[in-house]
C-alpha cells in the first residue's frame, strides 16, 4: 500500500517541475519578444526631416545629432554607416538596446541606400523598420549642384575612396553626449518639442503612408501665420 501511495506523489512532482520549466520557457520566450517592442511605439519620426538630416550632413556623428533632434521620444536612435563598395552605402538608424554598437534587425528604425549612378549622380532611397514600416520612399535623384553636406557631396567627386568600409556605428558612450545634445536643442527649440504631444495623442507627426521625399508638407498639422480668428483683425495705426 505505501508504495501504491509514495508512486502517484512522484509522478504528481515530476509532471509539475516539468510545467514549471515549460512556465519559465514561455515566459522567457515572452520576454525576448517583448525586448524586441520596446520602443516607444506612439513616436513618429518625420522622415522628410530625415532624409533632409542625410542630404546636408557633414558625416555620420553630424547625421545622428539631427536624427536625435528630429526624433521626438526619450531613446536614442545609433546610426551605423558601411560602404558596400564605391559606389553604394546603406546607413542604418537602429535603437541599440543591447548597447553593442551592431545594428541587429529587431532594433532598425530606418535605412538610407546611396548609389552613385556612372553619370556622376546619387540615388537615395529610404525604407522604415518595425512601427515605421510603411514608409518606403521613392528614388530620389541628387546631382552636384545641389546644396549638399559632404558625406554625400563628396560620394559624387571621381576621385572619391569609400571611407567607411569599416563600418561606422555610434559608439554606446556617446548615447549620453547625444541624449543631453537633445535636451538642449528641445529647450531652445520648445515649439520643436512634440515629444509630449506626440506621447498623449500618438498622432503622426510625418505624411503617413505618403511615398514622397523631401516633400513640401511636413505632416505636422500646424498652421504657420494668423490664426483664422484672428484674421478678421485689422492692423491698428499707432498714433504718435
Not at 86 to 96: C, L, M, R, Y
Request: hydrophobic fraction near 30%; aromatic fraction near 8%; include cysteine.
Amino acid at each position: 500500500m505505501r508504495t501504491k501511495t509514495i508512486l502517484p506523489a512522484v509522478v504528481l512532482t515530476t509532471l509539475a517541475l516539468a510545467t514549471s520549466g515549460c512556465g519559465n520557457d514561455g515566459a522567457r520566450q515572452r520576454s525576448n519578444e517583448r525586448w524586441a517592442t520596446t520602443e516607444n511605439t506612439t513616436v513618429d519620426l518625420d522622415f522628410d526631416k530625415i532624409n533632409e538630416a542625410f542630404r546636408t550632413a557633414e558625416g555620420p556623428e553630424d547625421f545622428e545629432r539631427r536624427v536625435n533632434e528630429i526624433y521626438q521620444g526619450s531613446e536614442v536612435i545609433s546610426v551605423a554607416v558601411q560602404d558596400l563598395d564605391a559606389k553604394a552605402q546603406v546607413v542604418t538608424g537602429f535603437f541599440d538596446k543591447n548597447t553593442d554598437g551592431a545594428v541587429q534587425d529587431p532594433e532598425k528604425v530606418f535605412t538610407i541606400r546611396r548609389d552613385v549612378t556612372p553619370e556622376g549622380t546619387a540615388q537615395v532611397q529610404t525604407s522604415g523598420f518595425g512601427a515605421y514600416g510603411y514608409y518606403h520612399s521613392p528614388l530620389m535623384s541628387l546631382a552636384s549642384g545641389m546644396i549638399l553636406g559632404s558625406m554625400l557631396s563628396s560620394a559624387l567627386r571621381p576621385n572619391y575612396v569609400p571611407m567607411y568600409t569599416q563600418p561606422y556605428s555610434t559608439p554606446p558612450s556617446r548615447a549620453a553626449d547625444l541624449r543631453a545634445q537633445r535636451e538642449s536643442y528641445r529647450a531652445a527649440n520648445p515649439s520643436a518639442d512634440k515629444s509630449k504631444a506626440s506621447s498623449q495623442t500618438g498622432r503622426r507627426y510625418n505624411n503617413v503612408g505618403s511615398n514622397s521625399v523631401g516633400g513640401t508638407r511636413s505632416g505636422a498639422g500646424s498652421r504657420f501665420g494668423v490664426q483664422r480668428k484672428e484674421r478678421s483683425r485689422r492692423p491698428e495705426r499707432l498714433v504718435a
